[in-house]
């Protein structure tokens, strides 16, 4: 069945650094999701991916979508204590499957 | 306000004591799910619901009942609970199950001794 790997399971930045997080899946995607849960929070959806190879920025954050449709990236720009929380992927085939998310800490 | 409701929040019993979580949203939403989320395993999905009286096993089903008699509402049934249910429950709901953003819940969070 299908699943969806995301790495660095935890990322510890610097405030001001960059760092990119990465969604692999074992099957093609029809589309795919990204989620932000702040701690203590529930999932609030970020933005979706459909076509090969889309990049899509909001601010700071730009996502992209892999141009075999099966792998995807968020990379955020110069870190903020409001980026703490975990950072999930969603790809969908025949139905909706999470990564195992990315905690992202930063240090003031 | 467009709004998913779980309750309740948080929620401690003992093995094999039946329990119900409820879900409800207001945005005449067709698809539902639930999930649970456990440290280092991201979110399961437990069963989802497409629409009324259409309900799918997910990836985690085991020892879990659901029904969807209501386009609102798609509770989740513990039988039996056991120790290893013991975790964060999330509902969610989307217009359609593909290509649309997912409304979670504020989280159940269950602890079963």
């Known amino acids: 069945g299908q699943q969806v790997m995301q790495i660095p399971q935890y990322q510890h930045v610097q405030e001001g650094e960059d760092f990119t997080t990465y969604c692999n899946s074992s099957?093609?995607?029809?589309?795919i999701q990204w989620y932000k849960q702040r701690p203590g929070g529930h999932p609030v959806f970020l933005i979706q991916?459909?076509?090969?190879?889309e990049v899509k920025k909001q601010k700071r954050l730009t996502f992209q979508f892999g141009e075999a449709k099966k792998n995807s990236s968020l990379h955020i720009t110069a870190t903020q204590t409001t980026d703490v929380g975990t950072y999930f992927c969603?790809?969908?085939?025949?139905?909706?499957?999470f990564g195992a998310g990315t905690t992202v800490t930063v240090r003031a | 306000e467009a709004q998913v409701t779980q309750n309740p929040r948080y929620l401690i019993t003992v093995t094999g004591k039946k329990l119900t979580v409820t879900c409800s949203q207001n945005?005449?939403?067709?698809?539902m799910s639930w999930y649970r989320q456990d440290p280092g395993l991201g979110l399961r999905q437990i069963y989802y619901?497409?629409?009324?009286?259409?309900?799918d096993k997910g990836d985690v089903p085991e020892g879990y009942k659901v029904s969807r008699k209501e386009k609102r509402n798609f509770p989740l049934i513990l039988e039996s609970p056991s120790p290893n249910q013991t975790s964060l429950y999330f509902c969610?709901?989307?217009?359609?199950?593909?290509?649309?953003?997912?409304?979670f819940g504020q989280g159940t969070r269950l602890t079963v001794v």
């Open positions: 991916l459909v076509k090969s190879g």
């Open positions: 969603a790809g969908h085939d025949y139905k909706l499957s």
């Open positions: 945005m005449n939403h067709e698809y």
């Open positions: 969610a709901s989307s217009q359609t199950g593909l290509y649309t953003e997912a409304f």
């Open positions: 619901s497409m629409n009324v009286e259409v309900t």
């Open positions: 099957t093609t995607l029809s589309n």
